[in-house]
């Protein structure tokens, strides 16, 4: 399911939208055409679609050269407020976990 959330966004970045269906997931972004604007347009749409912030060490070629390689980052930024709870599977539409509440 990241794998279509990135695909949407980049859908929307000028640079690529025209090949993003037509790209592999391991396809390299920056000869698919991605300028530096447009992986600032691609964080900044993915955080907004997630509910994620990009650590700024994350900010590397290498996390915006595939869909894969975004995928990779994305599992490791979800946001703290959407951790399931233990023994707990729930997921969104987006692969995410889903937050729970315990009774009280």
């Not at 604007?37 to 679609?49: D, F, I, K, P, Q």
């Not at 509910?51 to 946001?79: C, H, K, W, Y």
């Not at 959407?82 to 937050?99: E, H, K, L």
């Amino acid at each position: 399911m990241l794998h279509e959330t990135v695909r949407n966004v980049l859908r929307r970045i000028d640079d690529v939208a025209s090949s993003v269906d037509t790209l592999g997931n391991d396809a390299d972004l920056f000869e698919a055409g991605l300028s530096s604007y447009g992986t600032v347009e691609v964080m900044v749409g993915l955080e907004s679609a997630l509910g994620i912030e990009f650590p700024e060490q994350m900010l590397t070629r290498d996390t915006f050269s595939s869909i894969n390689a975004l995928v990779r980052v994305l599992q490791t930024l979800r946001p703290a407020t959407a951790m399931p709870a233990a023994g707990s599977d729930a997921v969104d539409a987006n692969g995410w976990p889903v937050a729970t509440e315990t009774a009280r």
